[in-house]
């Protein structure tokens, strides 16, 4: 492997006690300063791998508030920087209430090694709600969840952190329709086989490609705690469990970690990337990042996908069994130019060293031992002016043909993004971004094999992990346009305002669009001449139209260990269809806006409300 844990664990030999090295999950709002403070060109530039350690956060709030820079910080600014160091520090031996949390610290043996323990508690409640006045309908979800960790230090090099939590969660949704995993019309051989595909809406009681599940493998409801099911459509139970074991060194040049976390890839704003999104799930995985030089970095990480329990634990799994392997080189000039290549595959589980390996190419090397596996590559590229803001483009490629019909073709599985950060210095940490995305049709899926290593079996290979995505939110054959604002105008307080606008093709019924789903195949024949095979974005069948708008905002109330947080808004969505069936003629055709049963208008409102206990 990229790394072993012998490796890790001898070198746990210090005579020096460290800062932690545990990871900070990347829903912290500290990521979104540093990425401020970065664009303002207050601190170096920051790794493109994350999630980051706490030792890195620390290091970098330091170098922001005793630099030269610190001078270009408004208050609110340094108070905020201040109450996280504070957060991230060195706690004191005992218990404290106030972070509800335990530390202490011992020598192992007579030796000068120092093993630290910090163990605590915390919680989360959330309750939401989905009104759509036109249809009667009202949708109401919960999350309730309980976590207790036990994270600490092995000596001065070597860091370890558990984290469980168990809850109980109601995720409403509802059935659209039927699609297939081709095209209506395909014709089954061999080992291309279409399928049936029960759609279901995203998540009624939230807004629409924004919640992440939280629960490990299955859930359970209340009167059959037995079963493995997929999904809380009712009052379940579920848990989840995360481990990291962590080792740094030459001054956090050096990084590799076993564990299983969410991560979040490249030069791109959080939430952004193509490549490895944190609204991925997590799964484990065995990485390094070496930084030898301010201008190059390198990240590589292989880790075993998580199957999506739909059809039972034995069945759903069968056919997934896969690993998946990927190498970031980045190259920096200064904080002004930023690039990254992405080198990732998706492979059926099985000793394969090239792919472990971070001095192979993923992509060149699967020439040399066959065509079984899912390749993509990323290319991000950033400018950036200090103080003003950046601009970005990033590039997927699944599968690609370069031709005339470059972008006509559904062999052209790209996905792209162009964006723009601009800074906001007369507010603390605030910022206004705007991105356009478009993720073509296919991208992200890939056909069903045999495979030799598992009897002949069809074997998936899509870019998803536990049914979802490793890459951008949105599925294929969709867009979205974003505008965001965010800023936090007080040491306790961050505020959001963010507008979208995703176009998505159907996935089922009379319009369906094939290659508009995760689990969507392309016909592996006529890829070039096939007239079904041709793209014509809102022009070859049904599409919604999502308009989004939404506020929110987050209170950590003085003196009080107790995080407020809500967020409202309204989702505004209709479909347009061609008067001709979709996707025949292979060429595009005029569309309009429609109302029907199958596709309906709607106006929604959404309200999520909550509170954090002892928030981490």
């Known amino acids: 492997m990229r790394i072993t844990v012998l490796a890790v ?20 709002q500290i990521y979104h300063i540093l990425e401020q403070a970065e664009t303002r060109g207050l601190c170096s530039p920051l790794p493109g791998s994350k999630p980051y350690t706490q030792n890195i956060i620390v290091k970098t709030i330091k170098e922001i508030l005793y630099s030269d820079n610190a001078g270009k910080l408004r208050s609110a600014e340094r108070i905020i920087l201040e109450q996280y160091l504070d957060k991230y520090a060195k706690p004191d031996a005992g218990i404290n209430w106030q972070k509800g949390a335990w530390y202490a610290e011992a020598p192992v043996g007579n030796s000068d090694i120092f093993l630290s323990a910090n163990a605590g508690v915390s919680a989360d409640i959330e ?72 759609v279901v809406s995203e998540p009624l009681a939230h807004f629409p490609y924004s919640y992440k599940k939280r629960w490990d493998g299955s859930v359970f409801f209340l009167n059959k705690l037995s079963s493995l099911e997929y999904w809380p459509e009712e009052i379940a139970g ?5 481990a990291e074991l962590t080792a740094s060194f030459f001054d956090d ?50 880790g075993a996908l998580e ?32 690039f990254d290549f992405i080198d990732a595959v998706v492979w059926p589980k099985r000793f394969e060293l090239g792919y472990m390996a971070p001095i192979i190419s993923n992509f060149f090397y699967q020439n040399n031992i066959g065509d079984f596996d899912n390749m993509a590559i990323t290319l991000n590229l950033k400018a950036q002016y200090p103080g003003l803001g950046n601009i970005w483009f990033s590039l997927f490629i699944d599968e690609v043909d370069i031709n005339t019909r470059l972008f006509e073709l559904d062999r052209s599985m790209l996905a792209m993004q162009a964006g723009a950060i601009v800074s906001l210095p007369f507010l603390a940490f605030s910022s206004i971004t705007l991105s356009y995305t478009k993720v073509n049709p296919y991208c992200y899926g890939h056909n069903r094999n045999f495979n030799p290593w598992y009897g002949n079996l069809i074997m998936e ?4 992990n536990n049914g979802v995505s490793l890459g951008h939110y949105i599925p294929p054959n969709s867009d979205e346009l974003l505008i ?53 974005f809102l022009q070859d069948g049904a599409y919604q139209w999502m308009h989004i708008i939404r506020m929110g905002a987050e209170w ?20 347009t269809n061609i008067a001709e069936q979709a996707n025949i003629t292979g060429e595009p055709h005029p569309y309009s806006i429609i109302d029907t049963p199958e596709y309906p208008k709607s106006t929604g409102f959404v309200v999520t409300l909550g509170v954090r206990i002892f928030p981490r």
């Open 253 to 302: 040049r050096l990084m590799m970690r076993m564990g299983r976390m969410s991560h979040e890839w490249g030069s791109t704003p959080l939430c952004r990337s193509l490549a490895f999104n944190k609204m991925a799930r997590p799964f484990f995985g065995i990485e390094a990042g070496f930084n030898p030089f301010s201008w190059f970095s390198i990240a590589s990480l292989t």
């Open 556 to 575: 950590n109330l003085p003196r009080l260990p107790v995080v407020l947080f809500g967020e409202a808004g309204t989702i505004i969505s209709y479909f």
């Open 484 to 536: 965001g604002f965010k800023t936090m105008p007080a040491k306790n307080l961050a505020a959001h305002l963010q507008y979208q606008m995703i176009r998505h093709g159907a996935s089922y019924g009379s319009g369906e669009v094939d290659g508009s789903s995760l689990l969507s195949e392309l016909d592996p024949s006529g890829r070039s001449t096939n007239a079904i095979l041709t793209r014509y």
């Open 127 to 198: 309750g939401s709600a989905g009104l759509y006045p036109a249809s009667a309908e009202h949708h109401f979800g919960t999350e309730v969840w309980a976590h207790a960790y036990l994270k600490g230090d092995i000596g001065n090099y070597v860091s370890y952190g558990f984290i469980g939590e168990g809850g109980l969660m109601k995720v409403p949704r509802t059935i659209l329709g039927k699609g297939n995993t081709y095209y209506e019309s395909f014709e089954s051989h061999g080992e291309y086989q279409n399928q049936d595909l029960t």
């Open 238 to 242: 579920g848990y989840g469990l995360q």
């Open 9 to 28: 664990l001898l070198c746990a030999c210090s005579v020096l006690f460290s800062q932690n090295h545990v990871s900070v999950h990347l829903d912290s």
């Open 461 to 464: 290979t899509a870019y998803i």
């Open 307 to 338: 199957y999506y329990n739909t059809k039972g634990e034995k069945e759903s799994s069968k056919t997934f069994q896969n690993f998946y392997s990927l190498t970031m080189l980045q190259f920096r000039y200064k904080n002004y130019l930023f």
